[in-house]
C-alpha cells in the first residue's frame, strides 16, 4: 500500500517558552479518567513529565542522544505535588513549568496544571543526574547553560 504525500501536519505537539515559562496543552482523554469520571491522580505527573520532557528539548537539550552515548540522564529524585481541584474527562489543561533552581547534576522545576484560570495541580520537582551506573554527575555544560536561559528567578512563581 502506497500513502500519498498528505498536506496535513502531523508533528506531535510541542510547547513553547514565553519569557521563562514553558507551555505544554493537554487534553484529558476516557482513558485518563477514574470510574468517577475525574483524572486519577497518578496521570497529573504523567502530564507534567511530558511537559518536562517538551521544555528540555525546546531548549536543545538532547536527553535521548544523552543516555545512548553513555552520558547519563536525570532521574526524579523528589516530587512535592498538591492537588487542588479534580479535572474531568475532555477538559483542556495547560502545563505551565518553570526552572527555578539549577546545580552542576541536576535542576529544580515547578509546575503548575491549569484549567483556564483554576489551579488544578502543582508540583515542585528536584531531577538529578546520573551517570550510567546510577551515581549523580555533572550534567553536560552546554545544558546548564541552557538552563541558566530560562531560569525563572521569581521566587513568587506558586
Same mark, same amino acid.
Given at each position: 500500500?502506497?500513502?500519498?504525500?498528505?498536506?496535513?501536519?502531523?508533528?506531535?505537539?510541542?510547547?513553547?517558552?514565553?519569557?521563562?515559562?514553558?507551555?505544554?496543552?493537554?487534553?484529558?482523554?476516557?482513558?485518563?479518567?477514574?470510574?468517577?469520571?475525574?483524572?486519577?491522580?497518578?496521570?497529573?505527573?504523567?502530564?507534567?513529565? +511530558?511537559?518536562?520532557?517538551?521544555?528540555?528539548?525546546?531548549?536543545?537539550? !538532547?536527553?535521548? /542522544? &544523552? *543516555?545512548? @552515548?553513555?552520558? #547519563?540522564?536525570?532521574?526524579?529524585?523528589?516530587?512535592?505535588?498538591?492537588?487542588?481541584?479534580?479535572?474531568?474527562?475532555?477538559?483542556?489543561?495547560?502545563?505551565?513549568?518553570?526552572?527555578?533552581?539549577?546545580?552542576?547534576?541536576?535542576?529544580?522545576?515547578?509546575? +503548575?496544571?491549569?484549567?483556564?484560570?483554576?489551579?488544578?495541580?502543582?508540583? !515542585?520537582?528536584? /531531577? &538529578? *543526574?546520573? @551517570?550510567?551506573? #546510577?551515581?549523580?554527575?555533572?550534567?553536560?555544560?552546554?545544558?546548564?547553560?541552557?538552563?541558566?536561559?530560562?531560569?525563572?528567578?521569581?521566587?513568587?512563581?506558586?
Amino acid at each position: 500500500m502506497t500513502i500519498a504525500s498528505s498536506p496535513v501536519d502531523i508533528t506531535p505537539f510541542a510547547g513553547q517558552y514565553i519569557d521563562t515559562l514553558h507551555y505544554f496543552a493537554v487534553r484529558v482523554y476516557y482513558e485518563d479518567t477514574d470510574f468517577s469520571g475525574i483524572v486519577y491522580h497518578a496521570n497529573y505527573l504523567r502530564y507534567c513529565e +511530558r511537559a518536562r520532557t517538551d521544555m528540555l528539548s525546546r531548549v536543545g537539550i !538532547d536527553q535521548r /542522544a &544523552a *543516555f545512548e @552515548n553513555g552520558i #547519563g540522564a536525570y532521574a526524579i529524585g523528589a516530587i512535592d505535588c498538591k492537588y487542588h481541584m479534580p479535572a474531568r474527562f475532555d477538559d483542556a489543561l495547560l502545563i505551565i513549568s518553570t526552572v527555578t533552581r539549577v546545580r552542576a547534576a541536576g535542576c529544580e522545576i515547578q509546575q +503548575r496544571v491549569m484549567r483556564g484560570d483554576e489551579l488544578v495541580f502543582t508540583a !515542585d520537582v528536584k /531531577a &538529578a *543526574f546520573l @551517570n550510567p551506573k #546510577g551515581r549523580p554527575v555533572r550534567q553536560p555544560a552546554q545544558w546548564v547553560e541552557a538552563f541558566r536561559s530560562v531560569l525563572n528567578k521569581d521566587e513568587e512563581f506558586l
